[in-house]
């Protein structure tokens, strides 16, 4: 079964601080692993997508990783905002499907 | 480009009523929507695919004949919750494929639905 595994559930970070977000992903085969932020009570949006070839994708402040061998991602935050508290979520594509396996999330909270 | 929209964003029905969320692409034609319900602090779980102008395939334990999909048109998609009770309270996420070779989906901002 394809599964998507992510950590912390949730963590707490002053603002200005960085953190790092975890996830663990057993999809076979794998097309593509993508992160999104979701605000409270709307829809995800996309922050980043890296294909099996690729290490590392910025977007701004957001700089997220792939080692495809041992299959795991994470997500960084730099310099974090307040703006920047909400869900993140690891979502893995197969290459043969177009059901997306979806991490539970980590909820992040970023305080003044 | 590649924007979904969802019509309404909220809604409060009463039990037992029926209830029609809309799903648009609107800068691109969807080939196959997706329909997910979220509980909260919980992940996406998705419901149901649509293809434009055929049935859509539903995930086992989703009931088809209370969440009604009509896929008519390569850019609307539609959910209708028959017969709503409190239990179906969530938030609807709707997604767009473009198709071809590209697995790629937009998703829409989400429908909060409240039965009281």
């Known amino acids: 079964k394809n599964q998507v595994e992510q950590s912390p559930q949730s963590l707490i970070i002053l603002e200005g601080k960085n953190c790092t977000l975890q996830?663990?992903?057993?999809?076979?085969?794998?097309?593509?692993l993508r992160w999104y932020k979701q605000d409270t009570g709307r829809g995800p949006v996309s922050l980043t997508i890296m294909t099996f070839s690729e290490n590392t994708k910025s977007n701004g402040r957001y700089t997220a990783t792939l080692d495809a061998d041992t299959k795991q991602s994470s997500l960084h935050i730099t310099a974090s905002q307040l703006s920047d508290s909400a869900s993140y979520i690891c979502v893995v594509s197969p290459t043969n499907d177009y059901k997306l396996s979806f991490g539970a999330g980590t909820t992040v909270t970023v305080r003044a | 480009g590649a924007v979904v929209s969802q019509h309404p964003s909220r809604v409060i029905c009463k039990s037992g009523t029926s209830v029609k969320i809309e799903c648009r692409s609107l800068?691109?034609?969807?080939?196959?929507m997706f329909w997910y319900r979220q509980f909260p602090k919980q992940s996406l779980m998705l419901m149901a695919t649509?293809?434009?102008?055929?049935?859509?395939?539903?995930e086992q334990g989703v009931e088809k004949d209370k969440f009604l999909i009509n896929h008519a048109s390569l850019t609307l998609s539609t959910l209708t919750v028959t017969s709503a009770h409190p239990e179906d309270s969530s938030f609807y996420i709707c997604?767009?494929?473009?198709?071809?070779?590209?697995?790629?989906?937009?998703f829409g901002p989400g429908t909060r639905l409240t039965v009281t």
């Open positions: 997604s767009a494929r473009v198709g071809g070779a590209s697995y790629e989906q937009y």
């Open positions: 649509s293809n434009e102008g055929s049935k859509a395939t539903y």
């Open positions: 996830c663990n992903y057993t999809v076979s085969p794998f097309s593509n």
């Open positions: 800068d691109f034609q969807a080939t196959t």
